[in-house]
């Protein structure tokens, strides 16, 4: 039985663990591999991302402890790292010198300077702000930069999604519908909503021929966000009809959450119609596995 997870983060950026709790307790967890992911936006640094001068001491921590426990677990070191056209973007050739054994890609953040990159056009506000922070944070975003346009933000996020799939090369793509995390509150957009159905389509035709793999990400629901796991199960069920690879990840920021509904993620995959998942070889090479080799216990 097989049981991993690449999104994982720490006290080296906005986790509440070191990397030490962690893996003892992924070990307790019964958790084959353990991947970090420390966010960042190297050679950039940000109150949430890893600061920059720290991303080589992050990588001698989590390599000390691979070390430490070689026969418990399987340790490995990545970053989750951001783009946001044009200064951030997650390219093997930015972390080359931290040789990590994967990255992840990842849109968190709009900004008007990003929308007009992408093409859209507008009198957009200054600065950025990121989707899936507090409701608060978010709907003053919005209202900055596009007016209060929700579909707009929505259109724009998807744009960035799609852009950093076609545009960058990195193993992972995080929880590509992120900003569903805060709709329960703000309400800025409907799922069943003509034009976001367009989106999703879309969305996932780039994602299922970019031969990245997408993560299944149960992080929302182990922070009580949502009830189903980013990307919704509709939006699953398109990956998986364009030939789209997944793999399944916590997305975890406390230890406690390292195998948080994975049990959902695992039937929402079947729902879907997935029977393999993705994951790290021994010889660091992505390989499929019987989704039902896939531990959740």
């Not at 070689?70 to 972390?95: C, M, T, W």
């Not at 957009?189 to 003509?194: K, T």
């Amino acid at each position: 039985m097989v049981k991993t997870n690449y999104h994982t983060h720490t006290t080296f950026c906005d986790g509440k663990n070191s990397p030490e709790e962690l893996v003892e307790w992924a070990i307790q967890r019964n958790f084959t591999d353990l991947g970090f992911s420390a966010h960042s936006i190297f050679p950039f640094s940000s109150s949430m991302h890893l600061a920059a001068e720290n991303h080589e001491k992050y990588c001698r921590e989590i390599r000390r402890l691979k070390e430490k426990f070689p026969h418990k677990i399987r340790i490995l070191v990545g970053f989750e790292a951001e783009f946001l056209l044009p200064d951030y973007l997650p390219l093997q050739s930015n972390y080359s010198e931290f040789q990590p054994d994967f990255l992840i890609g990842a849109v968190h953040m709009l900004s008007g300077k990003s929308a007009a990159a992408l093409g859209f056009q507008g009198d957009f506000g200054d600065g950025h702000f990121s989707v899936d922070g507090p409701a608060d944070h978010v709907k003053e975003g919005i209202q900055r930069i596009f007016g209060g346009d929700g579909k707009l933000a929505c259109q724009v996020y998807f744009a960035s999604v799609r852009e950093m799939v076609a545009t960058c090369d990195f193993d992972i793509v995080a929880h590509p519908d992120v900003l569903r995390r805060r709709n329960s509150i703000l309400r800025f957009f409907h799922e069943d909503a003509s034009w976001y159905k367009d989106e999703l389509e879309k969305t996932a035709r780039v994602l299922s021929q970019s031969g990245k793999i997408i993560e299944i990400n149960t992080g929302g629901i182990a922070r009580n966000c949502v009830t189903t796991p980013y990307p919704s199960p509709e939006f699953l069920r398109l990956i998986h009809e364009g030939g789209g690879k997944i793999c399944i990840n916590s997305d975890c920021h406390r230890m406690e959450y390292l195998d948080a509904a994975y049990d959902v993620a695992i039937k929402t995959a079947e729902t879907a119609g997935f029977k393999s998942i993705m994951v790290l070889s021994a010889e660091n090479h992505w390989k499929e596995i019987d989704i039902k080799d896939f531990g959740c216990q």
